[in-house]
């Protein structure tokens, strides 16, 4: 598997809106992840945060992502609705071994942040060559 998504409330959080019809929590920062060829992507939604508020680390094949959404309401201003959420959020990804977490690449636009994680040379399928028995022949390996 090359990505692993570990929330643990998440399923708690699914079972429970099941039983009472209700979403027991927003998600702040909700995710795609797709392969591209020879490159895994993550997109997250991140609407509304200022990028230097993100901050990506991967430590041991974990990938941490921070990001801080602020209100803009001032402190004199009267609130009269506040769905949207605000604060710091965090996520944190599994990378498989077979992704090159040296080489991640990162772009914020729109409100979406966008990781480019290549998989490794050693991941990647090869052809070897076979000789004897008159020519030589290529297997997938």
Request: aromatic content about 4%.
């Amino acid at each position: 598997m090359m990505l692993m998504r570990t929330d643990p409330f998440r399923e708690l959080d699914r079972l429970t809106q099941q039983v009472l019809g209700t979403a027991a929590r927003p998600v702040a920062m909700p995710m795609d992840a797709f392969r591209d060829g020879d490159t895994f992507v993550v997109e997250l939604d991140l609407p509304g945060v200022d990028p230097e508020t993100i901050e990506l680390d991967v430590e041991r094949n974990v990938l941490n992502v921070k990001a801080e959404r602020r209100s803009n309401a001032g402190r004199d201003s009267e609130v009269l609705i506040a769905e949207r959420p605000t604060g710091t959020f965090s996520r944190q990804l599994f990378l498989g071994e077979t992704l090159d977490t040296e080489r991640i690449d990162a772009s914020y636009d729109a409100g979406v942040l966008r990781l480019r994680i290549p998989v490794a040379e050693h991941a990647k399928p090869r052809r070897i060559a076979i000789t004897g028995g008159g020519s030589p022949k290529q297997i997938s390996g």
